[in-house]
Nanobody, 121 residues
Framework: QVQLVESGGGLVQAGDSLRLSCAASGRALSSYIVGWFRQAPGKEREFVSVISWSGSTGYLDSVKGRFTISRDNAKNTVYLQMNSLKPEDTAVYYC???????????????WGQGTQVTVSS
């Protein structure tokens, strides 16, 4: 029902910032709960952040105070602002949409292709 495309990843130095975008097509993103997940090589995909229809948010403990999720319904886009990046943030970042939401990847129905974030020391 909805297609998602992530962008904004890249190679940055520790302490730098990036803003990831999740652009939706096919259906209004406001119809979904949207989450960000990340997966490092050899690691399980893990929850990073989520934003609900009402705009309430949730975060992985290790990114609280550094990452901010937001949505712009007019642009049909969800963002993940990442500040004070650390090498351990290095991963492929995915956005996902669903009607249930939560911290588990299986709770989401639609996924983007991912965007690589690499943070060097």
């Amino acid at each position: 029902q909805v297609q998602l495309v992530e962008s904004g990843g890249g190679l940055v130095q520790a302490g730098d910032s990036l803003r990831l975008s999740c652009a939706a097509s096919g259906r209004a993103l406001s119809s979904y709960i949207v989450g960000w997940f990340r997966q490092a090589p050899g690691k399980e995909r893990e929850f990073v952040s989520v934003i609900s229809w009402s705009g309430s948010t949730g975060y992985l403990d290790s990114v609280k105070g550094r990452f901010t999720i937001s949505r712009d319904n007019a642009k049909n886009t969800v963002y993940l602002q990442m500040n004070s990046l650390k090498p351990e943030d290095t991963a492929v970042y995915y956005c996902a949409a669903g009607t249930i939401g939560g911290r588990g990847p299986s709770m989401y129905d639609y996924w983007g292709q991912g965007t690589q974030v690499t943070v060097s020391s």
